[in-house]
């Protein structure tokens, strides 16, 4: 099986608000927790971390961003994973 690309964005939960130097500190545990590849953005009062994961599985990729998630020591809420990424039944 040959690795693909997924993308998908993930949510973290219990922030509320956010101001530049916390936005900039989210940023700094993500990356010295070895998440270097997240676009963050806060949106709606969500705060969003957008994926493109190379992986065998978009199981596989949601795992591994999510395991990022917990050693930058935040919990997501809820993904949202992009169309072009979910499986396609095959036609017979």
């Not at 963050?40 to 705060?47: D, I, L, P, V």
């Amino acid at each position: 099986m040959l690795e693909q690309e997924f993308d998908f964005t993930l949510i973290l939960s219990g922030i509320d608000e956010i101001t530049d130097q916390l936005f900039d500190e989210i940023e700094a545990r993500f990356v010295q927790s070895g998440c270097d590849d997240g676009m963050f953005s806060y949106s709606r009062n969500k705060m969003q971390v957008t994926f493109c994961r190379t992986a065998l599985s978009l199981e596989d990729a949601l795992r591994k961003a999510i395991g990022d998630v917990q050693r930058a020591d935040f919990v997501v809420s809820e993904a949202s994973i992009r169309s072009s990424s979910l499986p396609r039944p095959e036609l017979v």
